[in-house]
C-alpha cells in the first residue's frame, strides 16, 4: 500500500513517536514494506512513521541512487526501529537536504559526520552501529522526524523567516509533487 506523505504543517510532524512494543509486531513487516513502497513512489530515500502520519519510531533508508556519486552507500538499505542515537561527533559538514514532507525546499544543513546509534530490526534483534559522512547525514535526518524535528528547523531565524510563504503554500497544499499528500487538518 502506497501511503500519502504528510506535509509541514501537520502536526504529527511535531510529536515526538513513541516506540514500537514487541507484541506490535504483527503487520511491522508489511508497514516496512507499505514504507519502501510509499518512499520509492515519492523518489525518496528515507521515509519516517510521522511522515506517514504514524507517530511511531520507525524509518526506511534506502540510500543506493546515490551509490553512483558515493560508493560507500551502495548497500545501504535499512529499517531503523525504536531508535536512538547515543553518540555524535565529528567534524560539522553543511551539505543540501530535502525532504518529501517539504516538497520544493531544499536547504544547506549542517551536521555532525559520525553517529552511533543503537536501534532494533524488524524481528526485534538489538543492534549498535556506527555511521560516517552521508549515512549519517540521512540518519540524522529521518531521525529528527521521530523527535518531531524538521530539517528546517535546523536553519539560522533569518532564512527561515525567507522560507515562511513555502512553508504556507506547502500546508495548503499549493505544491506540484508527482506522489499523494495528506494536508494538515
Known amino acids: 500500500m502506497i ?3 504528510v506535509v509541514y504543517g501537520h502536526p504529527v510532524l511535531r510529536k515526538e513517536a513513541e516506540d514500537f512494543l514487541p507484541e506490535e509486531k504483527e503487520g511491522l513487516q508489511q ?9 520509492y513512489k515519492a523518489d525518496g530515500i528515507g521515509l519516517a512513521g510521522p511522515q506517514i502520519g504514524l507517530s511511531k519510531r520507525i524509518f526506511t533508508i534506502d540510500a543506493t541512487p546515490l551509490a553512483d556519486e558515493m560508493p560507500e552507500l551502495a548497500d545501504f538499505k535499512k ?13 560539522s559538514v553543511s551539505d543540501n537536504e530535502g525532504c518529501l514532507s517539504l516538497p520544493g ?3 544547506s544543513v549542517g551536521r555532525l559526520s559520525r553517529i552511533r546509534i543503537q536501534y532494533v530490526d524488524a524481528d526485534f534483534k538489538e543492534h549498535d552501529e556506527v555511521y ?25 531565524p533569518l532564512k527561515k523567516r525567507l522560507l515562511k510563504s513555502k512553508l504556507n503554500a506547502i500546508s495548503k497544499g499549493k505544491v506540484n509533487v508527482n506522489y499523494r499528500i495528506k494536508l494538515p487538518k
Open 31 to 39: 508497514l516496512i514494506d507499505d514504507m519502501f513502497e510509499t518512499m
Open 132 to 156: 560516517e559522512g552521508w549515512a549519517a547525514r540521512v540518519i540524522q535526518h529521518e531521525y529528527d522526524h521521530i523527535d518531531g524535528i524538521l530539517f528546517v528547523d535546523h536553519l539560522a
Open 79 to 91: 529499517v531503523f526501529i525504536n531508535a536512538r542515537i547515543v553518540e555524535r561527533d565529528g567534524a
Open 105 to 107: 525546499i531544499n536547504e
Open 3 to 5: 501511503y500519502p506523505v
